[in-house]
């Protein structure tokens, strides 16, 4: 598997700092391609790019001549392809606790707040940036609260969302802690939450993949 990684990614983009996490995880090395999604109505319209994903969205991964969509699929594209250390737990009750939490965050929380909804929201239903900001912030809210619950006093909870070891689940909720603290939404509700991202953002894997730490970032 020696093929190059290429990653075309966004800084600020949560499903690319998703994956930036788990190469990071794996210790592999990869080449990020930014693609800025505002400047100039937003680069992953133009034809190059919908070449390479009909969807226009990031995160896109390139291995070798083979392209991989969609954040959850890469990850666990990566997953199967470099298994070691492992996103998901060799126990199959904790592979579908640590994707139930994966699946909060970016199948429930996640698509209500991405940037084409917000545009949506702008451009055709006029909600000036402070209603955006409240719209994020409710249903990151409403998310979080529900993951709270999984996770709190839960026995397979540990320094990260399941046992001591960062998986799936994690790449995933670290980046929806950085929208949530983006539109500025009060954390003090969700304190097992910021215990494991305190955890996270304590591995060089997570700090690299922070958006701050990004070649494209603004």
């Known amino acids: ?124 239903l006029g909600l000036d940036a402070d209603a955006r900001s409240q719209w994020v912030r409710h249903w990151i809210g409403e998310g979080f609260a529900a993951i709270e619950a999984m996770l709190a006093e839960h026995p397979s909870t540990g320094r990260f969302c399941e046992g001591d070891t960062p998986s799936l689940a994690d790449c995933c909720l670290i980046p929806q802690v950085y929208n949530a603290r983006r539109f500025k939404l009060d954390m003090a509700p969700y304190p097992t939450i910021e215990r494991i991202e305190a955890e996270c953002l304590a591995l060089p894997a997570f700090d690299a993949a922070r958006p701050e730490n990004q070649p494209d970032a603004a």
């Open 1 to 124: 598997m020696s093929e190059r990684l290429r990653l075309y990614s966004y800084w600020r983009s949560s499903a690319a700092y998703r994956v930036r996490i788990g190469l990071n995880l794996k210790g592999l090395s990869y080449e990020t391609v930014p693609v800025h999604l505002v400047r100039d109505g937003g680069e992953q319209h133009t034809p190059q790019f919908r070449a390479a994903n009909p969807q226009g969205l990031v995160p896109v991964l390139v291995h070798g001549s083979r392209t991989f969509r969609q954040s959850m699929a890469i990850l666990e594209y990566l997953d199967e392809t470099w298994p070691s250390p492992p996103l998901l737990p060799g126990v199959a009750r904790e592979r579908a606790r640590v994707r139930a939490l994966a699946q909060a965050v970016a199948c429930e929380i996640h698509p209500l707040n991405n940037l084409r909804v917000l545009q949506h929201l702008e451009n055709a």
